[in-house]
């Protein structure tokens, strides 16, 4: 089976594993503040918080800018589940805003239209979350613009696209956000096997995070609401959770940031290559990149052909060794959100794409006869 993704793992990324299982520091050593400044200084960010997964840098992130019982965020139906997730985890309300059939990515022209309605209504989101979808960033100086003139805060969903660029920005910068957040889950660009991390340039949102990340823990005497009478006395100063990343992982995490630029580069031929051979197929490529670069984590075709089924052809590809999958069922319709009153039909466009969409195989170590393999079969899946 030619698997959707894969991780790539070099002999340094082992030698930088075993070094700290012969260390002194199995976790809360000195690696994990190390890889905190690699990534924020690739990206250009002033600081990074790293956790245990892209699921709790999101969860922490949206406690740190104060998102709980009564507010509301807002994101795109076409993520993974935890987008959404994060704000219900805070007590908070989640909507959804359509996407562009295009990019996929959030609309900035339902996000403009949802405004409009939701400044009537005298229901503003708290917090909006767009997601750059396949690694392919949003528009946003776009959203960020709406955001402010609305007074709200934006998390960007940096899951799929640490090493994507804009203009002159790196996704993780934080120009027009308040906080990004990457996943280095094994099938992403980097990975640290599992774990996350919150990017921001803001000192105090990074405290925040911080004592969110560890148990609310507060061990700066600097900081205390009263004066220690040791050097032993920690204060629990929130109600934090064991979000820690380990050093194990952070070194992977390191040693693999090192090659982090030929990870992206890799992916991009590939996508490319794919661009033109599947150019005489019956499926919706994605969206020409204008001024910016895709990390490319996914690469997603729509069928295009009344003939088949996306069933039909996922259920063909994996008879023949294709690893396809489906990147996403829309949130909205998942049963734990149908009871909240979401239903089928209420965002079209989303619908539409999960209707017909398909990930094809795409990771550094695929080779050329395996993607020969997957156009081919792909085109034989389709005929």
Same mark, same amino acid.
């Given at each position: ?69 009564? #507010?509301? &965020? ?200 794919? #661009? ?40 063909? +590809? ?27 039909? #209420? ?12 990930? &094809?195989? +795409? ?18 899946? &389709?005929?």
């Amino acid at each position: 089976m030619i698997p959707y993704g894969r991780q790539d793992i070099a002999q340094e990324d082992v030698d930088a594993v075993e070094a700290v299982l012969r260390s002194d520091f199995l976790t809360q050593g000195p690696a994990v503040p190390a890889f905190e400044k690699a990534v924020a200084e690739h990206v250009g960010a002033r600081h990074g918080v790293a956790v245990n997964s892209a699921t709790s840098a999101l969860h922490i992130a949206c406690l740190a800018l104060g998102l709980g019982p009564g #507010d509301l &965020l807002w994101t795109v139906p076409i993520t993974f589940l935890a987008s959404a997730n994060c704000a219900r985890y805070c007590g908070a309300d989640v909507e959804f805003v359509d996407i562009d059939p295009a990019s996929r990515n959030m609309s900035v022209e339902r996000l403009a239209e949802k405004f409009e309605a939701a400044a009537k209504a005298g229901r503003l989101p708290k917090i909006v979350m767009p997601v750059h979808f396949t690694g392919r960033p949003c528009d946003m100086p776009a959203i960020r613009a709406l955001c402010q003139r609305y007074g709200c805060f934006v998390i960007e969903d940096a899951s799929h696209a640490v090493g994507a660029r804009y203009g002159a920005h790196r996704i993780g910068d934080c120009a027009h956000s308040d906080i990004t957040v990457f996943s280095f889950h094994p099938v992403k660009i980097v990975t640290s096997a599992e774990g996350g991390m919150a990017m921001t340039n803001d000192a105090e949102l990074a405290r925040r995070m911080q004592l969110y990340r560890s148990h609310g823990m507060e061990r700066d005497p600097a900081r205390f609401t009263e004066p220690p009478e040791g050097d032993w006395i920690y204060e629990m100063q929130v109600l934090g959770f064991n979000y820690r990343m380990t050093d194990m992982q952070a070194a992977l995490g390191l040693s693999q940031m090192k090659r982090i630029d030929g990870f992206v580069a890799t992916r991009d031929r590939l996508a490319r290559r794919y #661009d033109d051979a599947l150019a005489a197929l019956p499926v919706i490529r994605p969206a020409p990149l204008d001024g910016m670069t895709s990390a490319w984590h996914l690469y997603v075709v729509e069928i295009d052909t009344p003939r088949k089924t996306r069933a039909e052809v996922h259920a063909t +590809l994996r008879g023949a060794g294709i690893g396809v999958a489906v990147h996403y069922i829309p949130v909205h319709v998942q049963p734990y959100y149908r009871a909240l009153g979401f239903r089928q039909g #209420d965002f079209p466009a989303s619908e539409r794409y999960y209707a017909r969409t398909l990930s &094809l195989p +795409l990771f550094p170590g695929l080779t050329s006869a395996q993607q020969d393999k997957v156009v081919d079969e792909l085109g034989r899946a &389709l005929a």
